[in-house]
């Protein structure tokens, strides 16, 4: 940034602090109520407004966002799919996040190196915490969980308080990769790294939860290849992001021609199945318009071959945004992951393409591609992620000046 565009000392050090208590609360948040995550974002964003800062640096992803947000938008004209009221609308809503979320990113940027130092650290503890009340969830089939539901009157059934324990996890697999780093390099705790991984691994395995492990050994893979080639990998990660997000249908057409696809579908568990069912309706559905789309939140409409969404975020963005939208898409992750490249290793870079490896895999098989909650834990991961990179740059030598400007999108 800038000189003269770099946040004084004051706003410096209110954003650290918004950033470390919104990290305080995140383990309570997470365990009970991952929901809350999109208003603790809002309010993150609403509160650090002023850091809001595009740099150079964010100008092929800020293009590739605006781009997919507006196309969006602009989509739902044409959606069989209609909100009742504006807080129903999907479209307001992320137009509202990506100001809002970005904002709590760039406080992240802007912080102060004390109070940043402070929100690491909180980071660091809170993400063990988490891990250490996921171990004992489960351990002991979600009871803390369900102890807390009877204390305030609303008990709840053991396989859903099961089912509603495990969100933790994903919780837990998005902010473990920024919180192992930051317990090494600022918590000066590395033993928290173990709470953490057996945190995510022992409940996977005892609730029988696979994608928190697939989004493990996926987060693993990137972040070495990134830490041992830190030139290479970046981009090879950016250019595989990308295809998925191009050739997501033509994937699944090719296997259902191959005859495999039928195979597998009746071979794999139930909720896989289920999947690959959503999988299979979308394709088909993507053929009648392959170009626009069927319009925003139109997976809603196609009941019962898709419930809510297909749960695969190419083939959701394909279904309503067509190619256009899985173009803003694709630019949108190979520039963010390529953008990460160096001549030198940066642990803090690798530990950011990690994360990103993470939220790419969840998206690939869980989450829908609006949830506002998941995508305010993505900018939640962003920031953890954004804090440690600057803090690394401010301990070990002065941030050369870079310009920053709103202008950079109309230059």
């Known amino acids: 940034?800038?000189?003269?565009?770099?946040?004084?000392?004051?706003?410096?050090?209110?954003?650290?602090?918004?950033?470390?208590?919104?990290?305080?609360?995140?383990?309570?948040?997470?365990?009970?109520?991952?929901?809350?995550?999109?208003?603790?974002?809002?309010?993150?964003?609403?509160?650090?407004?002023?850091?809001?800062?595009?740099?150079?640096?964010?100008?092929?992803?800020?293009?590739?966002?605006?781009?997919?947000?507006?196309?969006?938008?602009?989509?739902?004209?044409?959606?069989?799919?209609?909100?009742?009221?504006?807080?129903?609308?999907?479209?307001?809503?992320?137009?509202?996040?990506?100001?809002?979320?970005?904002?709590?990113?760039?406080?992240?940027?802007?912080?102060?190196?004390?109070?940043?130092?402070?929100?690491?650290?909180?980071?660091?503890?809170?993400?063990?915490?988490?891990?250490?009340?996921?171990?004992?969830?489960?351990?002991?089939?979600?009871?803390?969980?369900?102890?807390?539901?009877?204390?305030?009157?609303?008990?709840?059934?053991?396989?859903?308080?099961?089912?509603?324990?495990?969100?933790?996890?994903?919780?837990?697999?998005?902010?473990?990769?920024?919180?192992?780093?930051?317990?090494?390099?600022?918590?000066?705790?590395?033993?928290?790294?173990?709470?953490?991984?057996?945190?995510?691994?022992?409940?996977?395995?005892?609730?029988?939860?696979?994608?928190?492990?697939?989004?493990?050994?996926?987060?693993?893979?990137?972040?070495?290849?990134?830490?041992?080639?830190?030139?290479?990998?970046?981009?090879?990660?950016?250019?595989?992001?990308?295809?998925?997000f191009l050739t997501a249908p033509a994937i699944v057409w090719i296997v259902r021609r191959s005859g495999w696809y039928t195979v597998l579908e009746g071979d794999v568990p139930v909720s896989w199945a289920q999947r690959m069912g959503y999988w299979r309706h979308a394709a088909d559905w993507i053929t009648d318009h392959p170009l626009r789309g069927w319009g925003l939140d139109a997976s809603r409409m196609f009941n019962p071959g898709i419930k809510l969404h297909p749960h695969d975020a190419p083939l959701q963005i394909w279904l309503e945004l067509g190619l256009i939208g899985a173009m803003a898409a694709a630019v949108f992750w190979a520039a963010l992951l390529a953008g990460m490249s160096r001549g030198a290793r940066d642990a803090a870079l690798a530990i950011s393409a990690a994360t990103g490896a993470a939220y790419l895999t969840f998206g690939a098989f869980s989450f829908g591609v609006w949830q506002e909650w998941w995508l305010a834990l993505g900018a939640l991961a962003a920031l953890s992620c954004a804090a440690l990179q600057r803090q690394v740059a401010v301990t070990q030598a002065p941030v050369a000046a870079r310009p920053s400007t709103a202008a950079v999108f109309s230059e």
């Open 1 to 244: 940034m800038s000189q003269a565009a770099q946040p004084g000392p004051k706003l410096a050090a209110w954003c650290g602090w918004v950033v470390a208590g919104g990290l305080a609360l995140t383990p309570i948040v997470g365990w009970l109520a991952p929901l809350a995550f999109a208003p603790l974002l809002t309010l993150m964003g609403l509160l650090t407004l002023p850091a809001l800062r595009i740099e150079e640096e964010d100008r092929p992803v800020g293009i590739a966002v605006v781009t997919l947000v507006l196309w969006a938008a602009g989509s739902s004209a044409w959606s069989p799919f209609t909100a009742k009221d504006l807080g129903e609308s999907t479209a307001a809503k992320l137009i509202a996040e990506t100001v809002l979320f970005f904002a709590a990113i760039c406080a992240a940027r802007a912080a102060s190196p004390r109070s940043r130092i402070v929100a690491l650290r909180i980071l660091a503890w809170g993400t063990a915490l988490l891990g250490v009340v996921m171990l004992i969830e489960g351990l002991t089939g979600a009871a803390l969980y369900r102890a807390v539901r009877e204390a305030i009157n609303d008990p709840i059934r053991p396989d859903l308080g099961v089912k509603n324990a495990a969100q933790g996890l994903f919780v837990l697999a998005m902010l473990a990769p920024a919180a192992a780093l930051a317990a090494v390099r600022v918590a000066r705790a590395p033993w928290l790294i173990a709470l953490m991984a057996l945190g995510l691994v022992v409940p996977s395995v005892t609730f029988g939860y696979d994608a928190p492990l697939i989004a493990l050994t996926a987060c693993v893979l990137a972040g070495l290849a990134v830490a041992a080639w830190p030139r290479w990998a970046p981009r090879g990660l950016g250019a595989l992001a990308a295809a998925f």
